[in-house]
């Protein structure tokens, strides 16, 4: 039983760690996961199962051990695997995670009002922005003329303006309640208490909560060109993709993603139809960018410029994406254009038709290799087979390494063993050893699917069974429906459903009458001083349940 006091103001923190700590993150440090369409899947940690029946879903943050009958998020996970409390395990994942529960200790939950406080003054300052836009005539002309927006592109994208004024914003949200230090936390003051934005177009930064934060660019020349939100409460750079509140639809149902440089590159691909563009803001691209895009598609094209620094940001994409399960190519050909930002303003259907005519990452890097390098002469092979070896050990499928291996030898005019021979061998990855094995809950996993057929699966007049209402849990049945009962008839799932139950009934009435057996055999040791009336009683209530049990 989880204590009730350290229990307030907790839930905040357990999102706040459940955000920052993917759920196959944490499972990874222990198991060994693959990658099962849009599941992970490994070996119970608990050594139950013979074949691998270990499932983690990425997209819901849940767990599932089909073998021991386990579940939940990580939170159980660690509790289970390390065989500690509710308490120990948040400790424990708030360390890896980087949050302080202090702040989130005691009944107030100061930390949640305050991201509160500064999601309204975003969204505010938004409405702010996009109305200081529509009163000046010139940034109009700016927007939409020079950079070539549509009135959609500015309603969808929320497109404002912040004027020139020091402290417009900031009066105008004082005037409705707010104070400096709220406007802090959401990072829109500068050091010295005034506007951070100002005479700059406006592009917010929105995920699925709302507006956490801004890009700010210039219209009339000046440095930094683009202005983004510090990190904040809300706004954290290595996590966020830009456009993906828009995009997300159209990934889901084309299944591809595309990656651009830059935040308009993002507005002119949408505005020119290919709507599952998205890009980092202000940085490089981070393992959390790609982990939140595999959630959503396998295919991550990469529409970067091709020149240094394009070449080493689809390197580092490729030493990230292994492990994901992520099919990583390129979009390079934008008929002389140099990015696609320039190819949209010269053609949209242009742009389209590159989205289409992608190559595969590895492929591409090793053509930008061959054409940096001399491969007549001995240094140039022995640069190119260094560069391209250790690119190789990014690829994770062995018949895809080998045929790439086979490529780089027949390029430098040698074997695939010569390449072998100055391959730098890297440490396997070494995971945490579980020690402690247990016996599947088979009790638990006859209701678990019990539970999931009756949810999921349309049958109705199954009694008797009580169904759970906590999100987790449902996430968790979800997947168990998905992976055994998906494309069953109603027939077979309500037959199914029906043994489950009569399984259930006849497992917990053994298990009851097993219990009262062993108190039996308790009382039945005492000696006849140890004996009471109370407990000769009870020994003859135990004998009428075991009877009445048996009976039905």
Known sequence: MLEAWYNRGMDDAKEEIRARLPVEDVVGQYIELKRAGRTLKGRSPWGVDKTPSFMVSPEKGIWHDFSANKGGDIFAFVMEVEG??????????????????????????????????AKEALELACKYYQYCLTKNKRIIQYVMEKRGMTKGTVGNFRIGYAPQEGKALLKFLEARGYRANELQDAGLLNQYGGDLFRGRMMVPFIDTNG????????????????????????FNKSRFVFGLAQAKEAIRHNNFVVIVEGNMDVISSHQAGVREAVA?????????????????????RLAYDGDAAGVKATERAIMMAGDLGINLSVISDYHGAKDPDELIQRSPELWQEAVTNFRP????????????????SGAGKREYSDVAMKLLKYVVDPVERKHYEQLVARRLDCTVEDLHAKKIQEKPRRLKKVENVVEADFLKGVIDNLQAILIYGGVTGVKGVELPEE????????????TRYKGWTSEMLEKEAKELLARYKAESRKREVDELTERLAQIEQMSDEER???LDREYEEILKKIMAIKRA
């Open 84 to 117: 500690i409390g509710f308490r120990e395990a948040l400790e424990k994942l708030a360390a890896q995670a980087g949050v302080e529960l202090a702040k989130y200790r005691g009944g107030d939950n100061m930390v949640a009002k305050r991201k509160a406080r």
């Open 361 to 376: 990452a590895v492929d591409y890097l090793l053509d930008k290799y061959e054409e940096n390098l001399d491969l007549s």
């Open 211 to 234: 507006v956490i934060g801004f890009t700010a660019r210039v219209i009339d020349g000046g440095e930094p060109k683009y202005l983004n939100t510090p990190e904040t409460l809300l």
């Open 471 to 482: 999100e987790t849990k449902l996430a968790e049945l979800e997947m168990v429906y998905e």
């Open 280 to 300: 980092t803001s202000g940085t490089a691209m981070t393992e959390l960018h790609l982990k939140t895009l595999s959630r959503l598609t396998g295919d991550v």
């Open 532 to 534: 009471t009336e109370e």
